[in-house]
């Protein structure tokens, strides 16, 4: 996307009066949640390919934007430049603006990687809309480790290294999992085996889905 068509999305849909956001108050949505490297990405490609839903990475997101030299995204390199934390709002905001961007033609939005806390979570629901479905993508600490290792010899990600790896997987355990806790209560948490093959996987990931229909 041109950053001249995303700072106008940027506008518009915060703009209280603007009937935008209406556009994706009813539209399905999953969450993604899983520890780094479980393999939510590769799922979300599948489920793409399958279901024509959109994948919305945070990640993905916060890089793309950066990458494309916008003043949103000079502001954000800076912030992450001294290793502080995105503030929730910019990352909701993001994930909203591209939801909307592509509401005319999604069956649905894939949120990967979001929310990455309980509070991020409520925040979501509060923008935007509550989750159908939050597909738990399950993997050992020693798998999401031996997976990241191995992307990192081609990802160019600064974060695909030992050091980084374990600060994330700790972050995740603190901060993520409790988000999974506390959407078990509604019932709608699936949790999916990603300890087998892709395609096994893959099979367990649409049986989830197919029940929502
Ligand atoms: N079921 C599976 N079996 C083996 N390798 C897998 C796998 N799922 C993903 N991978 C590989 C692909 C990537 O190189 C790496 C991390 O996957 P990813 O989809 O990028 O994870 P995430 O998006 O959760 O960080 O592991
Ligand atoms: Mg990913």
């Not at 923008?127 to 798998?143: C, N």
Request: one cysteine or more; aromatic letters at 6%.
């Amino acid at each position: 996307m041109g950053q001249g068509c995303f700072s106008a999305l940027w506008r518009r849909s915060t703009h209280p009066a603007d009937p935008q956001p209406d556009k994706i108050k009813d539209a399905k949505i999953i969450f993604v949640v899983g520890g780094p490297g479980s393999g939510k990405g590769t799922q979300c490609e599948k489920v793409v390919a399958k279901y024509g839903y959109t994948h919305l990475s945070s990640g993905d997101l916060l890089r793309a934007e950066v990458a494309s030299g916008s003043e949103r995204g000079k502001q954000l390199q800076a912030i992450m430049q001294k290793g502080e934390l995105v503030p929730l709002d910019t990352v909701l905001d993001m994930i909203k603006d591209a939801m909307i961007a592509k509401a005319d033609v999604s069956k649905g939005f894939l949120i990967d990687g979001y929310p990455r806390e309980v509070k991020q979570g409520e925040e979501f629901e509060k923008k935007i809309g509550a989750p159908a479905l939050l597909l738990y993508v399950d993997a050992k600490s020693e798998t999401m480790v031996k997976r990241l290792m191995k992307r990192g010899e081609t990802s160019g990600r600064a974060d695909d290294n030992e050091e980084t790896i374990k600060k994330r997987l700790d972050l995740y355990y603190k901060a993520t999992e409790p988000v999974i806790t506390f959407y078990e209560g509604r019932g709608i948490v699936r949790k999916i085996n990603s300890e087998l093959a892709v395609d096994d996987v893959f099979a367990e990931v649409s049986k989830a889905i197919d029940g929502l229909k």
